[in-house]
């Protein structure tokens, strides 16, 4: 029986006697509020599960306040996926495809050529972090663990699945040796590193998704001793709010606003993320641009 207490959870872990370190996710209701957006073919569903995984296991990596966004932009069937992970665990994400109903295809024919883009936005300072890697590989944690292996240079391990009721993974980091001092400290490290690379590949995706992170672990770990932290829970959000969305109408300039009214009666913005509709009638236009200054006309028929 699946034991699934909260939306989606992520726990950490460490070795006690080792420089390795990793995260354990699984994501439950918090997934399939995610998919319930927008229809997916099963195939863009599992890559989406999957990105919003990795976004959760990277965003969980990092010391800052802000978010965490990775992107798949290349030629294949998925033109583009984002995946969007706070440092609160707010999670959302999208993908845009051309795929029908019941397609199945492969991880290389799905994304195509092109880059997997991992974006670090802080909320306290306008600096911005950005990696990109080629999308090669046999699937998406192969991407990844490039992708770590060339911006971070930390060996990384990642296991990732996903399917329509749940969403699960695992990362596991070899840090930086030089912390741990000792004739031979290196090579045992190697060894530790081995082992558990091993126990982590000997995971399959049902487990990831079912088992309980306490039973994964001791798979993953066997002997070696294993401190697992408490829980952190991960919900979808989305961050589209009326301000955001005020703030593009305006970005887009009185004339296409007026346009939209004159053709539709209204000036509609859905959020890609999350479905909502914002509304904007010949009034609301008026007011947004009237508190830029821009001088309007009251729209006629109104009073
Ligand atoms: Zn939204």
């Known amino acids: ?9 992520l726990r950490r872990f460490v070795l006690e006697a080792q420089p390795l370190r990793g995260q354990w996710v699984r994501l439950g209701s918090a997934w399939r509020d995610l998919r319930a957006c ?3 073919p099963p195939v863009v569903a599992s890559l989406l599960g999957e990105a919003a995984t990795a976004a959760v296991l990277l965003a969980a990596t990092l010391k800052f306040e802000g978010t965490l966004t990775l992107q798949i932009a290349g030629s294949g069937r998925v033109r583009l996926l984002v995946a969007q992970c706070t440092d609160q665990f707010q999670l959302r994400a999208v993908a845009n495809h051309d795929l029908a109903a019941t397609e199945a295809v492969g991880f290389s024919e799905l994304v195509g050529a092109g880059r997997l883009v991992v974006t670090v936005q802080s909320e306290q300072t ?9 999308l090669e590989g046999e699937n998406l944690a192969a991407c990844l663990e490039r992708y770590f292996e060339s911006s971070e240079q930390l060996p990384t391990r990642l296991l990732l699945a996903a399917d329509g009721e749940r969403a699960g993974g695992m990362l596991l980091q070899k840090l930086p040796s030089a912390t741990v001092g000792g004739e031979g400290s290196g090579a045992l490290l190697q060894q530790a590193w081995e082992e558990l ?9 049902e487990q990831l998704l079912a088992a309980a992170a306490e039973d994964s672990l001791r798979r993953v770990f066997g002997a070696h001793d294993c401190r697992l932290f408490g829980p952190t829970a991960v919900r979808f959000a989305c961050r589209c ?23 539709e009666g209204a000036l509609t913005v859905t959020c890609e993320f999350c479905g909502r509709d914002y509304r904007y009638d010949a009034v609301d236009i008026a007011q947004l641009f009237a508190a830029d200054g821009v001088v309007q006309p009251p729209p006629s028929g109104y009073n």
Do not use: F, H, W
């Not at 029986?1 to 959870?9: C, K, Q, Y």
């Open 1 to 9: 029986m699946v034991d699934e207490p909260t939306a989606g959870e």
């Open 38 to 40: 927008r229809s997916y």
């Open 126 to 134: 306008s600096a911005n972090y950005q990696g990109i890697v080629p």
């Open 197 to 205: 690379r091993a126990g982590l590949d000997s995971l399959s995706p």
């Open 241 to 263: 709010s009326n301000a955001r969305v005020a703030s593009l109408v305006k970005s887009l300039g009185v004339e296409e606003a007026r346009a939209a009214l004159a053709s």
